[in-house]
């Protein structure tokens, strides 16, 4: 069920003001990550638990224990502490972080149908280079080929029928995510400042977008994204 609005102890999550209004009501979980709809997510926060929110992001490879040989940030996935929070953490919002390598990450998990643990390389790769299950921690079972796969086809309908739809041109073809992350203290209209997001797929390319003020993951990332890849 796609609302228009969706109140969690009081506080009103919605949609991006630009949501297609055809696709409201019921409509089936790919329309839903195509499109963007915030409210199909947190209207689910009865079936998912902190713990399995948690582990489907570490299958993804977010937070993720990997040495790099250099700094980085794998984002962060932590027990909710209000019934509101844990709704936010369903759309990435809330307390939820993340970085643009982690997100790189996700969508390199989701082309590759595994788990992928992301290295630094200079030059040649050399059979020494190869990533070994030792190059990153988790408990979390792996992504399996087939959640993998459903959210390949997730990540290609955002393109050709969704909300990343300015990539649908390009070829090679692309699978995309945007991404639309409020944050801070709204404006005297209620609004409040975005993140702007948008993750994509080429080949054997994976790459994330991030604006740290934008109107939106499609509207501000989408056109970087798409002199990139174009």
Same mark, same amino acid.
């Given at each position: 069920?796609?609302?228009?609005?969706?109140?969690?102890?009081?506080? $009103?999550?919605?949609?991006?003001?630009?949501?297609?209004?055809?696709?409201?009501?019921?409509?089936?979980?790919? +329309?839903?990550?195509?499109?963007?709809?915030?409210?199909?997510?947190?209207?689910?926060?009865?079936?998912?638990?902190?713990?399995?929110?948690?582990?489907?992001?570490?299958?993804?490879? %977010?937070?993720? $224990?990997?040495? %790099?040989?250099?700094?980085?940030?794998?984002?962060?996935?932590? +027990?909710?502490?209000?019934?509101?929070?844990?709704?936010?953490?369903?759309?990435?919002?809330?307390?939820?972080?993340?970085?643009?390598?982690?997100?790189?990450?996700?969508?390199?998990?989701?082309?590759?149908?595994?788990?992928?643990?992301?290295?630094?390389?200079?030059?040649?790769?050399? $059979?020494?280079?190869?990533?070994? $299950?030792?190059?990153?921690?988790?408990?979390?079972?792996?992504?399996?080929?087939? +959640?993998?796969?459903?959210?390949?086809?997730?990540?290609?309908?955002?393109?050709?029928?969704?909300?990343?739809?300015?990539?649908?041109?390009?070829?090679?073809?692309?699978?995309?995510?945007?991404?639309?992350?409020?944050?801070?203290?709204?404006?005297?209209?209620?609004?409040?400042?975005?993140?702007?997001?948008?993750?994509?797929?080429?080949?054997?390319?994976?790459?994330?977008?991030?604006?740290?003020?934008?109107?939106?993951?499609?509207?501000?990332?989408?056109?970087?994204?798409?002199?990139?890849?174009?």
């Amino acid at each position: 069920a796609c609302k228009k609005t969706l109140t969690v102890d009081g506080f $009103e999550f919605h949609n991006d003001p630009g949501y297609p209004k055809d696709m409201t009501g019921e409509i089936t979980l790919t +329309e839903a990550i195509a499109n963007s709809c915030n409210t199909a997510m947190i209207d689910q926060r009865d079936k998912i638990d902190d713990e399995a929110l948690a582990d489907a992001a570490a299958s993804l490879g %977010l937070e993720a $224990e990997t040495d %790099l040989g250099i700094p980085a940030f794998f984002g962060d996935v932590p +027990e909710a502490e209000s019934e509101t929070e844990r709704a936010a953490a369903l759309i990435g919002q809330g307390k939820v972080l993340a970085s643009p390598l982690a997100m790189a990450t996700v969508a390199a998990s989701v082309a590759a149908g595994e788990t992928v643990s992301p290295r630094v390389v200079a030059g040649g790769e050399s $059979e020494d280079d190869a990533p070994s $299950e030792e190059d990153a921690s988790s408990d979390a079972e792996p992504l399996s080929a087939d +959640e993998a796969a459903a959210l390949r086809d997730m990540m290609r309908a955002a393109v050709t029928d969704g909300s990343a739809s300015i990539l649908s041109k390009i070829d090679p073809a692309v699978a995309a995510k945007t991404g639309t992350a409020e944050y801070g203290e709204p404006d005297s209209k209620g609004a409040y400042p975005s993140h702007a997001w948008l993750i994509a797929t080429q080949g054997d390319l994976a790459v994330a977008v991030f604006v740290a003020r934008g109107k939106g993951g499609a509207a501000t990332a989408g056109p970087l994204m798409r002199e990139m890849l174009g």
